[in-house]
């Protein structure tokens, strides 16, 4: 039964390694999901570095999203991520957060973190949904145009660290009831 939503049909994608020859459908998701997109060169420079690792999300022989994330010591850290336009809505978001949540274990990296633009209401409700919380404002964070970002953590295991307490969730108040 449809209760008027606007979610798509459910599909199923397989997440696996970026390999070079995924690179023109990741920038075309890239160019047609943000403002001011990464270009070739700064994914290439990003994934060279050890610890940063590249996925993708296949649905049959199509790239339909992608995220960009480093390993450290005791979190994921993403730094970018996207489903491409016409393929949102269908859960592959949150296949590919489901797929992060599952790198994580209670002894070595507890958490992820990410910063989201200011102005991007849409990433900030899914990865609020996702169960990631806001835990505060970076100010002038983008360098390209000088807006804030909040940095977002999602924990797996609550513990008594004490930044866990401090989280202001200022985006509760667009949560829609």
């Known amino acids: 039964m449809n209760t008027g939503r606007t979610e798509k049909e459910q599909v199923r994608v397989h997440i696996r390694w970026?390999?070079?020859?995924?690179?023109?459908?990741?920038?075309?998701?890239?160019?047609?999901?943000?403002?001011?997109?990464?270009?070739?060169?700064?994914?290439?420079?990003?994934?060279?570095q050890r610890n940063c690792i590249g996925m993708v999300a296949e649905q049959g022989e199509k790239v339909v999203g992608f995220m960009i994330y480093e390993l450290h010591k005791a979190k994921l850290h993403i730094l970018n991520f996207a489903v491409h336009p016409t393929h949102r809505r269908c859960h592959i978001g949150n296949q590919m957060v489901a797929k992060l949540i599952s790198k994580l274990s209670s002894h070595?990296?507890?958490?992820?973190?990410?910063?989201?633009?200011e102005t991007n209401?849409?990433?900030?409700?899914?990865?609020?949904?996702?169960?990631?919380?806001?835990?505060?404002?970076?100010?002038?964070?983008?360098?390209?145009?000088?807006?804030?970002?909040?940095?977002?953590q999602y924990r797996i295991a609550e513990d008594t660290n004490e930044d866990a307490d401090?989280?202001?969730?200022?985006?509760?108040?667009?949560?829609?009831n």
Request: charged content about 35%; glycine content about 4%; overall charge negative.
């Open 121 to 152: 209401l849409g990433a900030q409700l899914f990865f609020r949904n996702q169960g990631f919380k806001a835990m505060r404002v970076l100010r002038s964070y983008y360098e390209d145009s000088g807006e804030d970002a909040f940095l977002m």
């Open 18 to 48: 970026m390999i070079r020859r995924d690179m023109p459908e990741v920038l075309q998701t890239e160019q047609d999901s943000f403002e001011f997109a990464w270009t070739e060169e700064d994914f290439l420079r990003c994934l060279r």
């Open 108 to 117: 070595r990296r507890t958490k992820i973190t990410l910063e989201v633009r």
């Open 166 to 176: 401090d989280a202001v969730n200022r985006i509760a108040q667009f949560e829609e």
